[in-house]
């Protein structure tokens, strides 16, 4: 089953809103979430790393006034694209480090999320 | 530096027919390797994954792969391909966070 889920799976909205993405991890604590984009017909990009209780780093390029960006506990992390523009419609897809119980440390990748703006 | 490569990025296959969709790293220890896909409009769904172990990794839908430390190389198999396969591969280094470029299947009838 799913270990990593995300909420909304879908999203439209209107240019200037902003909307908020979430991601949390099942049955584990994620110590480290990562936040990428996919832009059509390529590999998603990384565009920050959060950890817990700490301020995110983005990639270069990524801008953070932006894509704001709230690890707030061990299983949940949202995604608030501010002030969306068309540009930004894209498919945000997050993951999360952490250990399931008998498993390694790894990552494992939500669903993603596909955020169209009118 | 550190990479995964998908030398191919577009395949096209009949259905029925075997595919092979190779993948190989640049690391210097044993990666945790994972083969995602992604349909057209959707989020990545986990296949297989390689941690340690046996080489040989059964996967979902009758894929497997078998990692092979020689070559690099961890490509994806299925003996027999149905047109819902049809879709994109990613081959994912998971533990440094290395994504492949993506191969694109076509399956034609």
């Known amino acids: 089953g799913a270990v990593v889920s995300q909420h909304p799976s879908r999203v439209i909205c209107k240019s200037g809103t902003s909307v908020k993405i979430e991601c949390r991890s099942l049955?584990?604590?994620?110590?480290?979430m990562f936040w990428y984009r996919q832009f059509p017909k390529q590999s998603l990009m990384l565009m920050a790393t959060?950890?817990?209780?700490?301020?995110?780093?983005?990639e270069q390029g990524v801008e953070k006034d932006k894509f704001l960006i709230n690890h707030a506990s061990l299983t949940l992390s949202t995604l608030t694209v501010t002030s969306a523009h068309p540009e930004d419609s894209s498919f945000y897809i997050c993951?999360?480090?952490?250990?399931?119980?008998?498993?390694?440390?790894?990552?494992?990748f939500g669903p993603g999320t596909r955020l169209t703006v009118l | 530096a550190q990479s995964v490569t998908q030398p191919d990025i577009h395949i096209t296959v009949s259905e029925g027919a075997s595919l092979e969709l190779r993948c190989n790293y640049s690391?210097?220890?044993?990666?945790?390797l994972f083969w995602y896909v992604q349909s057209p409009g959707q989020g990545l769904q986990l296949l297989l994954k390689?941690?340690?172990?046996?080489?040989l990794v059964q996967g979902i839908k009758g894929f497997e792969a078998e990692f092979k430390r020689s070559q690099s190389s961890f490509n994806l198999r299925k003996p027999s391909v149905h047109w819902s396969d049809a879709a994109e591969y990613f081959c994912?280094?998971?533990?440094?966070?290395?994504f492949g470029t993506g191969t694109r299947l076509q399956v034609f009838p």
């Open positions: 390689y941690f340690s172990g046996d080489t």
């Open positions: 994912v280094n998971t533990d440094k966070l290395i």
């Open positions: 959060s950890n817990e209780g700490s301020k995110a780093t983005y």
């Open positions: 993951s999360a480090r952490g250990r399931l119980a008998g498993a390694v440390d790894t990552q494992y």
């Open positions: 049955d584990f604590q994620a110590t480290t």
């Open positions: 690391y210097g220890a044993t990666p945790y």
